[in-house]
């Protein structure tokens, strides 16, 4: 079994809808961290979420330590917003885990 | 504030033959990364320095890959002969401190490597 899951592994949906991407994990962790990957490669780093819930935007991130659970979330969504997004958990003093990521598809 | 620099940012090359990529991270970020991303596929980790020591290079396959970060600045990543499997993006990353675990990590635009 893989230490860390992301679901759905694609997903497609009409602009303005309420988008959730989850990730969930079986080991313990120090911190969890969401990424964006647009086509053509560049990465950038959105959250990083040790406890509770996070807000930049129209994205949320939340984390439930116990569940070993951690949910992003995109308001109103836009073509613009269609990318790979990736959880990453943080373990120990250098360990990270990347998961496999979830396609994300904003049609107009 | 200046990112992550990587060259070059395409590479064409013919199995057997050598390559290198060079990473020049944010400016006084004592982590840096080098990851290899397949097409499809999440970025793996293949080697982590903090200033100039390596701490994690534990997926780099030391026959053919070797990296450097000599004075605790730049950073060069060396295949040495490639394979058909090496063709990847090799991203690099950056991040301020040394709790990895915890610092945000700035990635560079990545190297786009074809072996033929």
């Known amino acids: 079994k893989n230490e860390v899951e992301q679901s759905p592994q694609n997903l497609t949906a009409q602009e303005g809808e309420f988008i959730t991407i989850n990730c969930s994990y079986s080991v313990g962790i120090s911190a969890l961290h969401w990424l964006q990957q647009h086509p053509g490669g560049g990465i950038v780093s959105l959250f990083m979420l040790s406890s509770g819930k996070k807000k930049h935007g129209r994205l949320i991130a939340t984390i439930n330590i116990q569940e070993k659970h951690s949910s992003l979330h995109i308001t109103a969504s836009h073509p613009r917003d269609s990318a790979v997004y990736i959880c990453v958990l943080a373990r120990g003093n250098y360990q990270l885990i990347w998961g496999a990521g979830t396609k994300l598809i904003i049609k107009p | 504030e200046a990112g992550v620099a990587q060259s070059p940012r395409y590479k064409i090359i013919e199995k057997r033959q050598s390559v290198a990529f060079w990473c020049n991270p944010i400016s006084g970020h004592a982590t840096l990364y080098w990851y290899q991303q397949i097409l499809g596929q999440g970025p793996k980790l293949l080697i982590q320095?903090?200033?100039?020591?390596?701490?994690?290079d534990s997926q780099l396959p030391k026959d053919r890959f070797s990296a450097e970060r000599l004075k605790g600045v730049d950073s060069t990543l060396k295949i040495q002969p490639a394979k058909l499997e090496d063709s990847a993006v090799y991203l690099c990353?950056?991040?301020?401190?040394?709790?990895?675990?915890?610092?945000?990590?700035?990635f560079g635009p990545g190297t786009r490597l074809t072996v033929l």
């Open positions: 990353a950056s991040s301020l401190g040394v709790q990895p675990r915890t610092d945000t990590q700035y």
């Open positions: 320095f903090q200033n100039n020591g390596v701490v994690d």
